[in-house]
Structures are given as structure tokens and as C-alpha cells.
């Protein structure tokens, strides 16, 4: 009886130890898919970060042509009011 009592006692704990390496199994692949989407997460983060910062400077670049051209044609616009004619010199 005495004896039984402890062979059950060895099956359940035994049972637990089986499931807890399951789960821990199970955790370990769940960890394993997380890194795996969390870095497919920061490449695709990384690659849209330097597009759009690229396409800022591009912006920045095209913003600032255009406000030195629109300079550039307010100052004609000057001297040709004054009466001097002004060519431009680029």
C-alpha cells in the first residue's frame, strides 16, 4: 500500500515534470518565433526609417530649390522695379 502510494506520487510528479518540459518546449519555440518576427519587425522598421529619412533630404532638397528660386525671382522682380537689369548670374 505504503508502496503504491509512493509509485503514484512518482507518476504524478513525473507527469508534472513531462508536462513542464513540454511547456517549456512549447516557450522555447514561441521565444525562437518572437525574435524571428521581432527582428523581421526591426528590418522592416530599419528599411522604412531610411526611406522616409531619404525621402525627407530629397524633400528638403527640392524645398530648398525652390525657395532659392523663388529668392532668385524676387530679386529680379526688385531690380527690374529699380530699372536695373539684372541678369542671372546662377
Known amino acids: 500500500m505504503h508502496e503504491n502510494g509512493l509509485f ?8 508534472y515534470i513531462g508536462l513542464l518540459s513540454e511547456a517549456n518546449t512549447v516557450i522555447l519555440g514561441l521565444y525562437k518565433d518572437w525574435t ?11 528599411r522604412n526609417t531610411v526611406k522616409a529619412v531619404k525621402h525627407k533630404a530629397k524633400m528638403d532638397k ?12 524676387l530679386f529680379r ?14
Open 36 to 46: 524571428k518576427f521581432s527582428m523581421k519587425l526591426d528590418r522592416i522598421i530599419y
Open 77 to 90: 522682380l526688385f531690380m527690374t522695379k529699380i530699372g536695373v537689369n539684372y541678369i542671372g548670374v546662377e
Open 8 to 15: 503514484g506520487l512518482y507518476r504524478v510528479i513525473s507527469g
Open 62 to 73: 527640392m524645398m530648398v530649390k525652390s525657395v532659392n528660386s523663388w529668392r532668385k525671382q
